[in-house]
């Protein structure tokens, strides 16, 4: 039995939620800080089984930065088995210390970390334009941004047993929103 907490946005909400097994998965944990977006999780959640009175679904009303009050929501440290981040470490603000204070303080050890994000290319000419995109890129969809190189902010935490990141299948990497896959496993 496992909790599960996702960082994504609400439109992605339900792809996670189609891999979820209310079966295995104790409890859903979603951050959501925009209080207008709370029905529609319900919703797609309740698809699944996953409902606030059933008691495995948790729709915390703050962002990942605000660490405190996640834990004290949780009930304490270290309470989640896994944490699935969608699309969103590019809007967090200060996304590594955020990240290392979710890692440290929020998964347990032993606890699976896996994301899907468009991060800032390895290839000058790419990244060249994404940092020139970036200032208005951001001011039109709420604070996205498209030069942040989360994958190696992840990969460089020393709290990790296992890592594996990997490109996006198919996808080019000439990509503006080139995307990467990771999955990390926190040392016991």
């Not at 909400?13 to 951050?31: E, G, I, N, R």
């Not at 948790?58 to 981040?85: C, F, K, Q, R």
Request: glycine share 6%; hydrophobic share 45%.
């Amino acid at each position: 039995m496992v909790s599960c907490l996702t960082l994504e946005l609400v439109r992605r909400c339900v792809h996670t939620l189609l891999y979820l097994d209310p079966t295995k998965v104790t409890k859903y944990v979603a951050l959501e800080p925009n209080a207008l977006m709370h029905s529609e999780i319900r919703t797609l959640a309740a698809t699944k089984g996953f409902s606030e009175a059933a008691g495995n679904l948790a729709l915390l009303p703050y962002g990942a930065e605000d660490i405190w009050l996640v834990i004290s929501a949780l009930g304490g440290s270290n309470t989640v088995d896994s944490m699935i981040a969608i699309l969103t470490i590019c809007s967090i603000p200060e996304p590594e210390r955020t990240l290392e204070a979710l890692v440290r303080d929020v998964l347990k050890p032993g606890g699976t970390f896996v994301f899907y994000e468009h991060v800032l290319s390895h290839r000058d000419d790419v990244a060249w334009w994404q940092r020139f995109w970036t200032p208005i890129w951001k001011t039109a969809f709420d604070g996205c941004r498209l030069d942040r190189p989360t994958d190696v902010w992840v990969q460089k935490m020393d709290t990790w047993k296992e890592a594996s990141v990997w490109n996006k299948e198919g996808e080019e990497e000439e990509h503006l929103f080139w995307h990467r896959v990771g999955r990390f496993v926190k040392k016991d």
